[in-house]
């Protein structure tokens, strides 16, 4: 089996782990597509089983558990387990174009109690041609993709540079140590947060403070602001490209195009680089998947990069 499933940029796919459910309240469904799980004639409740989830972005969900059929681009899931939202912190009401998330990490994760449950894509893998996902993020276009079962050769240039992946934590996690900001600049050391995690549902590229710091001392204006949460920059600045480690072997560059992410005034711009304010893992979100072509590997399991198309 192979299955596409298209992505408008800044859209989340169509298919959830968790939902907004009519369990929420009134006025944080509004402008929301609501699950109503008593119009679905295959879903069962779970009695008992609840969760509770927190992002690395401060983002959060809870509520309570069921099954359903689950189709995801024709990629189908019979019994998957569906957790319906009651509560969902401000950054997911405030973000009509999101009805909520995809689990696409390891079942590790899974916060369902008593009982764990798998993810999406654990469920489905057995029934691929290749046990993969891969994910071509388009920066300039409002379609991407995210494709089942298949790497499609034709949406990537040259070769794709394969990355070890340790799953103990049940991440998509890789050492990166290293970065330079700039072209033909001095390579820089990691020293705090060296590993990442590469995590479709993060939408900016959260790295280590002195990653942050280092990158924005290159540009013009850039400041530190609390109000809004980050760094800031007039936007018409000129941005640096950043490399970055992935893994041992392998140095990924992240375009200017990306990382001057959207205006915050007339005249002020959000970077889509931020700092991950010393967590333990720096998280590379969509504003660094968009910069290359990405396979999610069960095999190994590996991550396999190359620049896209």
């Known amino acids: 089996m192979r299955v596409e499933e298209k992505r408008k940029a800044g859209a989340l796919t169509r298919y959830y782990r968790w939902v907004f459910s009519t369990s929420l309240a009134a006025k944080n469904q509004q402008g929301h597509t609501v ?8 879903f069962k409740d779970l009695k008992g089983a609840s969760f509770s989830i927190s992002y690395g972005d401060g983002s959060n969900a809870a509520g309570t558990v069921g099954t359903d059929t689950v189709d995801i681009g024709g990629a189908t899931v019979q019994n998957q387990a569906v957790e319906l939202a009651n509560q969902v912190s401000q950054s997911f009401v405030q973000d009509t174009n999101s009805n909520g998330l995809v689990g696409l990490a390891f079942s590790k994760l899974n916060t369902v109690k008593p009982n764990q449950q798998k993810t999406f894509f654990d469920n489905i893998a057995s029934q691929l041609e290749e046990p993969v996902m891969t994910a071509s993020l388009k920066s300039n276009s ?7 079962g298949v790497i499609d050769n034709t949406k990537f240039t040259g070769s794709l540079a394969n990355v070890s992946i340790d799953p103990t934590n049940g991440f998509w996690e890789f050492n990166s140590a290293a970065f330079m900001v700039g072209d033909n600049a001095t390579m820089q050391a990691i020293t705090t947060s060296p590993t990442a995690i590469a995590d479709t549902g993060t939408t900016l590229m959260l790295v280590s403070p002195e990653v942050a710091d280092a990158y924005y001392a290159q540009v013009q204006g850039a400041q ?3 109000q809004v949460g980050g760094f ?14 992935v893994g041992d072997n392998n140095l990924a560059t992240v375009p200017a195009s990306v990382i001057n992410f959207s205006k915050v005034s007339n005249t002020m711009c959000f970077g ?3 700092s991950n304010q010393g967590s ?9 998947l968009k910069s290359m072509f ?3 590997d069960q095999r190994g399991p590996s991550l396999g990069l190359a620049s896209p198309a």
């Open 35 to 42: 699950f109503d799980p008593k119009k679905s004639k295959t």
């Open 142 to 148: 409002n379609a991407g993709s995210y494709q089942f």
């Open 224 to 226: 530190l602001n609390n």
């Open 232 to 245: 800031i920059f007039p936007c018409d600045a000129t941005l640096p490209t950043l490399s970055i480690a």
């Open 272 to 274: 889509g680089i931020q």
């Open 280 to 288: 333990q893992f720096q998280i590379f979100g969509d504003v660094f």
């Open 294 to 296: 990405v396979v999610f």
